[in-house]
């Protein structure tokens, strides 16, 4: 799918699109009797009834702006083991063939930007080279959020509790480093004359908010501070992954507010088709408008 922000062309590069979570799992407030009335919307996009699993998408986003390239969060990656998620455990998906359907080699990527850096928001920074983790876009500068870094790094450097992120770390943050292509970013901070991130923790310590404002027109680039719809009805649900779920609650509260008074274009990581929305707000009531 593609959509336009301004003058910014932006494309959804899919990696995976499945039921992979069950929901009482998942959200911790899950009851049938309060999603029933939901269900309408949701099946057969964002929730599968015959298993009971959420069906979340796992995509990046691809900007096309003033000759720039740009990829927000990059997926779970081929050939990483990744055994905690069975279901992302060595990967082998035509991803960079999708980029390329979108006109895109990874050499022309100019920039890569995570939100956070859980393993399903940082997997094709890096491929496999004849055994050695190397740069999948080898011309592309890497933003990394410092506060998420020094966190997982602590992690991963902790032999009680390493490796950090499944090891994603490892093979798809750390050879980045190494490269000399990550640039650190900390508080709020101006990308470019288009883009801006603000932080937005709980999720992750270090999680950020990627605004795009082009001719008027602005798109929030969410990560995890949404994974699925239904919480655009029920903010208050975190899901098992918030690390700070006061934090996390209060963010997405916060961005919800902004999305609905800017007008902004909602663009999360993991929601279903039809992916993005406006949001509407009528009083502390939230709802999606899809495009």
Request: charged share 20%; with cysteine; aromatic share 10%.
């Amino acid at each position: 799918m593609m959509t336009t922000v301004g003058a910014a062309k932006i494309t959804r590069i899919e990696e995976s699109y499945a039921p992979i979570f069950e929901a009482r799992t998942f959200f911790a407030d899950w009851r049938d009797e309060i999603v029933a009335k939901h269900m309408s919307w949701m099946v057969p996009d964002h929730f599968d009834p015959a298993s009971g699993y959420l069906k979340l998408s796992v995509h990046s986003w691809l900007i096309e702006l003033g000759g720039r390239k740009i990829l927000i969060d990059t997926c779970i990656g081929n050939h990483k083991s990744r055994k905690h998620r069975p279901f992302w455990d060595n990967l082998n998906t035509p991803y960079l063939e999708r980029l390329a359907a979108a006109g895109v080699k990874p050499e022309e990527i100019d920039m890569v930007m995570c939100t956070h850096l859980h393993v399903d928001h940082v997997g094709w920074n890096t491929k496999l080279d004849n055994g050695r983790w190397v740069p999948t876009f080898p011309n592309a500068r890497y933003v990394f959020s410092k506060t998420d870094y020094d966190y997982f790094l602590a992690i991963d450097r902790d032999p009680q509790k390493g490796p950090a992120i499944g090891g994603a770390l490892r093979d798809s943050v750390l050879p980045i480093v190494e490269a000399g292509l990550a640039q650190m970013v900390d508080g709020t901070e101006a990308i470019g004359e288009h883009l801006a991130l603000e932080p937005a923790p709980g999720h992750t310590p270090g999680h950020v908010l990627i605004k795009l404002a082009s001719k008027g027109n602005q798109a929030f680039f969410t990560g995890d501070i949404l994974h699925h719809l239904i919480q655009v009805y029920h903010p208050a649900w975190n899901s098992f992954a918030c690390l700070d779920q006061e934090s996390a609650r209060r963010t997405r509260q916060r961005v919800l507010e902004d999305c609905a008074g800017s007008g902004a274009l909602l663009m999360p990581q993991h929601f279903g088709a039809p992916h993005i929305c406006h949001i509407d707000a009528k009083g502390d009531v939230f709802t999606p408008r899809f495009v």
